[in-house]
């Protein structure tokens, strides 16, 4: 079981940045990858990064490359989302997510989800 709890989403204007935290409680965290998904309003929930809890592996989608970045403190048992250049289209409610073996692209392969935190951000 992993319990997960996100912070830092708010409203920010277009180019700005915002860094999203999810912090992680749980047996064997240090066999997790985690995961950062997005969801728009009226649009599929979809996949913006991932790091792994052992390794450095890090996979980002097209969309956000060069933008954000994930990244782990494993004394903290924390991963964050650092996001700059932000654009219009980043709006969405962010989730953290967790899952017991590698890196996964798919909304389905997490079995662990946080509560969500909302990122807008106004041209």
């Known amino acids: 079981q992993v319990q997960l709890v996100e912070s830092g989403g708010g409203l920010v204007q277009a180019g700005g940045s915002l860094r999203l935290s999810c912090a992680a409680s749980?047996?064997?965290?240090?066999?997790?990858?985690m995961a950062w998904f997005r969801q728009a309003s009226g649009k599929a929930q979809e996949f913006v990064a991932a790091i792994s809890w052992r390794w450095d592996a890090t996979n980002y989608a097209d969309a956000v490359k060069g933008r954000f970045t994930i990244s782990r403190d494993n004394a903290k048992n924390t991963v964050y989302l650092q996001m700059n250049s932000l654009k219009p289209e980043d709006t969405a409610v962010y989730y953290c997510a967790a899952r017991y073996g590698s890196v996964d692209y798919n909304v389905g392969a997490y079995d662990y989800w946080g509560q969500g935190t909302q990122v807008t951000v106004s041209s």
């Open positions: 749980g047996r064997a965290l240090n066999t997790v990858a």
